[in-house]
């Protein structure tokens, strides 16, 4: 499953990450890369805790990516 993530960097240096998917579900790292591994496991604990109490999974997520030529000529 894909979810989306949104990570900023705080005051004090650290990664903050969240999924405005599922809210509450944020985590923190050191670094960009602790961070992203950090909100893994905080999602996929989040989706434990969702299934043991019998509440529905939101779905994953479906996006694209397009190339924008912005401010370039010919």
């Known amino acids: 499953m894909k979810f989306r993530i949104h ?3 705080d005051e004090d ?8 998917t599922l809210p509450g579900c944020w985590s923190q790292g ?5 961070a992203v591994k950090n909100i893994s ?3 996929e604990g989040y989706l434990e805790s969702l299934k043991k109490h019998g ?3 939101p ?3 479906t ?3 397009i190339d924008v ?3 370039r000529t010919g």
């Open 13 to 20: 240096g650290k990664f903050v990450a969240s999924c405005p």
């Open 30 to 34: 050191e670094t960009r890369q602790e």
């Open 69 to 71: 030529n912005f401010g």
């Open 59 to 61: 779905p994953p997520i």
């Open 41 to 43: 496991d905080a999602i």
């Open 63 to 65: 996006e694209e990516t």
């Open 7 to 9: 990570i900023e960097q």
């Open 55 to 57: 509440d529905p999974i």
